[in-house]
């Protein structure tokens, strides 16, 4: 069944669009009838993306993007306002909190939470200026919600982008700019399989309630509920999709 297009006349940023998750929100979006402007540091696979959106009948065009420079995400926003922007690009380093140097900790942090208010920040500046409503879904993780070894870095930054979206939530609510986490569990990428498909991988499995990995398409909903007008009475909202991990018993 032809998907039904509710994000007609919307336009929408995605950052981290290079690969994964971040691909797979921008086609959907695109599906959905929105004008979509991808961003990552890698422009020629956000290249191939577009191709494929406007192979499909959506309108897509790409921007070099580095959320960690304030001069590049300004340069995202200066000619272009978005109804919706979904904030995914992230990082991960994985290591015991004792050996992790600053500098790694520092990287994830800057990437996973201070490059989320930097997007978010330039999206509401450009929506507010133009007295304009928004959407802004920031991709958190169950990892900010609860922990796992080796990660240490990686989940304090996501624990915060909760945090942070409800903050922004409350104060952008009066100018119409909806601000929500959406907190993905294990998702099944290209960069993950190959763990996934070992024996560690499947006892990870095994400890979530629904016994499988989430699939791309398990996010497509949540994403379309928080981008659209169904979720218009929905702000400092956190959406969990993972099979059931955080309600595992312990």
């Not at 897509?60 to 995914?88: E, G, P, Q, R």
């Not at 994830?108 to 879904?137: C, P, Y």
């Not at 609860?146 to 990686?154: D, E, K, N, P, T």
């Not at 601000?179 to 499995?205: H, M, Q, W």
Request: some cysteine; charged content about 20%; aromatic content about 6%.
């Amino acid at each position: 069944m032809p998907q039904v297009k509710k994000l007609l006349g919307k336009t929408a940023l995605v950052t981290g669009a290079s690969s994964g998750l971040g691909w797979h929100f921008a086609k959907e979006l695109a599906a959905a009838g929105a004008d979509v402007t991808v961003g990552a540091r890698r422009v020629d696979k956000l290249e191939a993306l577009c191709e494929e959106i406007r192979a499909a009948g959506g309108v897509a065009n790409a921007v070099a993007l580095d959320i960690t420079d304030d001069a590049s995400v300004d340069a995202a926003f200066n000619d272009a306002t978005f109804d919706i922007v979904v904030n995914n690009a992230g990082v991960t380093h994985n290591g015991a909190a004792i050996d992790t140097d600053i500098s790694d900790w520092q990287w994830v942090l800057d990437t996973d939470l201070t490059g989320v208010f930097r997007v978010a920040q330039a999206a509401a500046k450009k929506l507010v200026s133009e007295q304009r409503g928004g959407s802004i879904i920031n991709v958190a993780s169950i990892l900010g919600l609860r922990v796992a070894g080796q990660l240490s870095a990686y989940a304090t930054a996501k624990a915060a982008v909760v945090q942070l979206s409800k903050s922004l939530a409350l104060e952008w609510a009066r100018y119409g700019i909806r601000v929500n986490a959406l907190c993905p569990g294990y998702i099944e990428t290209d960069l993950n399989r190959d763990f996934f498909a070992s024996d560690a991988g499947k006892a990870l499995i095994k400890r979530i309630p629904q016994r499988r990995l989430g699939h791309l398409d398990d996010l497509t909903g949540p994403l379309l509920l928080l981008a659209g007008d169904e979720s218009k009475f929905m702000t400092g909202s956190e959406i969990v999709v993972d099979g059931g991990h955080l309600v595992s018993s312990l």
